[in-house]
């Protein structure tokens, strides 16, 4: 009869953790590798025009800025970003507010239909 090991010091289930580190370790540097890097690390600051993200670097690059105006439009783009992060924290807070009051007056049912209703309007909105 052979002494009971706790299962984490089961050398097959240390070998299974050890291959999905790796697998999983793996996964995330090829996905970084092949461009997504880019998506979970943006350029800051930026700013949102039309769409599409701009960036200080890029703005140096295409409009040949020297380091002052480089450093002025920094300051201008993180003023910008803080005053849009701003309006934005009030505009969910607004929206959570009325959307509260409305819910104090509907019953079961309706609260129900509404809450689908709003997921329905979401669900339909561009990101």
């Known amino acids: 009869m052979t002494p ?3 299962s984490w010091r089961n050398p097959k289930i240390l070998a299974m953790l050890c291959l999905v580190f790796l697998l999983g370790a793996t996964c995330g540097a090829l996905t970084m590798r092949l461009g997504r890097h880019t998506i979970f690390h ?11 993200d701009i960036s200080i670097y890029r703005l140096r690059k295409d409009l040949d ?12 783009l993180d003023d910008f970003m803080t005053y849009i992060q701003t309006l934005q924290a009030q ?8 959307k509260a009051r409305i ?10 239909r509404f809450t689908k209703l709003l997921a329905d309007i979401q669900s339909r909105q561009p990101n």
């Open 65 to 76: 800025l020297s380091e002052s105006q480089a450093e002025q439009m920094e300051v201008v």
């Open 4 to 6: 009971h090991r706790p």
């Open 103 to 112: 819910m104090r007056i509907l019953n079961e049912d309706q609260r129900r």
């Open 42 to 52: 943006r350029a800051t600051p930026a700013w949102r025009e039309g769409g599409k």
């Open 91 to 98: 505009m969910d807070d607004v929206r959570s507010t009325g």
